[in-house]
């Protein structure tokens, strides 16, 4: 039996509502990661692999590139970057995967949003080791707090639908999101327009982390490392309260 036609693939793995849903989807998966994701589930369908070993793969690819960082020089940095693109593709695929074999289930969803935790932690705290320069320190420290930050900010989000669920409402859609207070709106518009946010995903940091590691190389230290870290945990923890106050003031918990 052949491979499956890509358009028929789309329409079942890829729904519109979810690839249109603002906070469904990340934009790397829109730009580019999607087109990569179907061509690569085409093949997968056909074999045995469960979207549960893809969940799991997802996984040891966004610790493994936290780990990575522990590498000196541009190699730890590039492979960090490489494992993180490979922890969006897997985290695509296990999706597509689900929905064509009709496996989704509870515990699939559950490893998928833990992964996501350790992955985003796991980099905080290797750009920590990597700030330290590869020893024990106060680096390491802010590392493990920007870390620790990056799960409250995820947490915050998810315990949304725990909240929900409790209460036997409906998962929340992008309409909830919005604050009820024009002030809080304002200042939440303001802040997506410069979208400094998306710096404490995995994915922008890993770049972001990067392109501190070639300055390291050109500087020949770790300064570059050390303020970028410093930024991340400054808008990280200007972040968690800041999120807490934009969902308390929305209608996601009503």
Known sequence: MGAPVLEELREVCQPRAKMESRNGEH???RLYMRRISLRTTRHLVRTPVTPDQLTWTMVVCG??????LMIPGLTGAVLAVVLMQLFLLFDCVDGEV??????????GIYVDRLGAYLADAALM??????????????????GIATALGVVLLKASTDLVDVARARRGLTVADDESTRPRSEGV?????????????RVTNGIEASLVLLVA???DTVTGGVEPTRWVLGAL?????VMVPAHLLSILSSSRLR
């Open 98 to 107: 689900a929905r064509w074999k009709g496996q989704n289930s509870a515990a």
């Open 125 to 142: 705290a290797g750009a920590g080791y990597r700030a330290a320069e590869f020893g024990a320190g106060g680096w390491l420290s802010v």
């Open 63 to 68: 610790v493994a590139s936290g780990a990575a």
């Open 185 to 197: 709106a304002t200042v939440r518009r303001i802040a997506a327009a410069f979208r400094i946010h």
């Open 27 to 29: 934009w790397a998966g």
């Open 233 to 237: 945990a400054v808008i990280t923890w």
């Open 213 to 215: 590691a070639i300055a």
